[in-house]
């Protein structure tokens, strides 16, 4: 809704990709201001900034190594200090290299684990108490189909999304009486993002709608103030 966010901050995280960009270019058109967190896609990041800011939006890309511990805490930092308290968070920065369970070492669930899950958690804790003094927050979480069914990418990517699932839950019933509210949201495959690396004529085959994009269908969604978790 034009005007929806006038005056607000949003973080979105993993900016640079297809979820991400589409999730930034409809924040600016509800009136946001944007930090555009990214990971090694810096490139597609400052396009993107540019193109906002050619429409009047006030925007920063921001680099983050979200692997990292401190890394939640000094992207907030610089998105704050060149915009204002941020008021809207879209975790979407996610990695997940596809292995078998056999394959999955601790080395890499724990680096999928960080990206996936701490770090979401990680820019929600710093965010939180500020959102509920304020009396405004929106936080959202970019999970995954595999989460629900276990995916095609890993166990170390299925419990890392699954993982963001809980952390909903918990947070949200804590803070919804402050004006705040956490909810996530759990695509398959998405047309011209990274998810999608084949043809997606092939890909769109093993849909019931036939395509890979414009497809949300057999859904029931509740809008209960919370009262029923999903």
Same mark, same amino acid.
């Given at each position: 809704?034009?005007?929806?966010?006038?005056?607000?901050?949003?973080?979105?995280?993993?900016?640079?990709?297809?979820?991400?960009?589409?999730?930034?270019?409809?924040?600016?058109?509800?009136?946001?201001?944007?930090?555009?967190?990214?990971?090694?896609?810096?490139?597609?990041?400052?396009?993107?900034?540019?193109?906002?800011?050619?429409?009047?939006?006030?925007?920063?890309?921001?680099?983050?190594?979200?692997?990292?511990?401190?890394?939640?805490?000094?992207?907030? =930092?610089?998105?704050?200090?060149?915009?204002?308290?941020?008021?809207?968070?879209?975790?979407?920065?996610?990695?997940?290299?596809?292995?078998?369970? =056999?394959?999955?070492?601790?080395?890499?669930? =724990?680096?999928?684990?960080?990206?996936?899950?701490?770090?979401?958690?990680?820019?929600?804790?710093?965010?939180?108490?500020?959102?509920?003094?304020?009396?405004?927050?929106?936080?959202?979480?970019?999970?995954?189909?595999?989460?629900?069914?276990?995916?095609?990418?890993?166990?170390?990517?299925?419990?890392?999304?699954?993982?963001?699932?809980?952390?909903?839950?918990?947070?949200?019933?804590?803070?919804?009486?402050?004006?705040?509210?956490?909810?996530?949201?759990?695509?398959?495959?998405?047309?011209?993002?990274?998810?999608?690396?084949?043809?997606?004529?092939?890909?769109?085959?093993?849909?019931?709608?036939?395509?890979?994009?414009?497809?949300?269908?057999?859904?029931?969604?509740?809008?209960?103030?919370?009262?029923?978790?999903?």
């Amino acid at each position: 809704m034009p005007g929806a966010l006038d005056g607000r901050i949003a973080l979105v995280t993993g900016a640079s990709g297809g979820i991400g960009r589409e999730l930034a270019l409809g924040l600016a058109s509800a009136g946001a201001a944007l930090a555009l967190g990214y990971g090694n896609n810096r490139h597609s990041a400052e396009q993107l900034a540019a193109e906002l800011e050619s429409t009047g939006s006030r925007v920063v890309p921001l680099g983050a190594d979200l692997s990292e511990v401190r890394a939640a805490d000094e992207l907030i =930092d610089l998105a704050e200090e060149a915009l204002g308290p941020v008021d809207v968070l879209v975790a979407n920065a996610g990695i997940g290299r596809i292995a078998a369970y =056999d394959d999955v070492d601790a080395a890499l669930f =724990d680096e999928t684990i960080a990206v996936n899950l701490r770090a979401p958690f990680l820019l929600a804790r710093r965010l939180l108490p500020g959102m509920r003094e304020r009396g405004f927050g929106r936080l959202l979480f970019i999970s995954s189909v595999a989460a629900l069914t276990g995916g095609i990418v890993g166990p170390h990517y299925a419990a890392s999304k699954a993982g963001l699932h809980g952390l909903t839950h918990y947070l949200s019933s804590r803070v919804a009486g402050d004006g705040v509210t956490v909810n996530a949201i759990a695509p398959a495959l998405i047309a011209e993002t990274g998810m999608v690396l084949g043809d997606p004529a092939q890909l769109a085959a093993h849909v019931p709608v036939g395509r890979t994009n414009a497809y949300m269908t057999n859904q029931v969604v509740s809008i209960d103030g919370g009262i029923h978790p999903r």
